[in-house]
């Protein structure tokens, strides 16, 4: 192989993966598939609030399961019988795993409202500098009227 061949190659490749690997959020989709669309994407403080109370709400439902899950386990629990064994130890697992889902969710809900509050005081902090930079350098006016 050649090395004009292979700096092509590699040329060719590396201009795919860039044009493959661009950032697009789902919700500004800008064939309007999915939200915001085009240039217009802004916070907005409800949208994380009600994701930080849907994640909350998979906290009760993780522990609905749970306690249904505990339930079903007290009769299981027979000594001598592999397959009980073998059924406490996947519960253990299970139990293990929803704990610590369970804890996760939690975890998340406070810093999605402060992802929240600091986008959009970003948000606002940007507007109000762009506003400030528009009134300091305004445009002279036409020449010969507008």
């Known amino acids: 192989m050649s090395s004009t061949s292979f700096d092509a190659e590699w040329a060719g490749l590396k201009e ?3 044009a493959a690997t661009q950032m697009r959020l789902a919700s500004a989709a800008p064939d309007g598939g999915g939200g915001g669309g085009g240039e217009d994407l802004k916070s907005d403080q409800a949208v ?6 849907d994640v909350g709400q998979l ?3 993780i522990k609905k399961a ?8 007290k009769g299981a629990a027979v000594s001598g019988v592999d397959s009980a064994a073998a ?3 996947l519960y253990q697992s299970w139990k293990t795993y929803l704990d610590g889902l369970s ?3 939690s975890a998340l809900q406070g810093p999605m409202v402060q992802a929240g509050k600091g986008q959009v005081a970003n948000d606002d902090a940007l507007r109000a500098d762009f ?6 350098y ?4 036409a020449t010969g009227g507008r």
Do not use: I
């Open 66 to 73: 749970q306690t249904a899950f505990e339930a079903g386990q």
């Open 103 to 105: 804890a996760k969710c």
């Open 138 to 141: 305004k445009d002279t006016p």
């Open 16 to 18: 795919g993966t860039a």
């Open 131 to 136: 506003t400030r930079m528009n009134d300091q």
């Open 87 to 89: 059924q406490s130890e």
């Open 48 to 53: 994380w609030n009600k994701a930080s109370n």
């Open 59 to 61: 906290v009760s439902g």
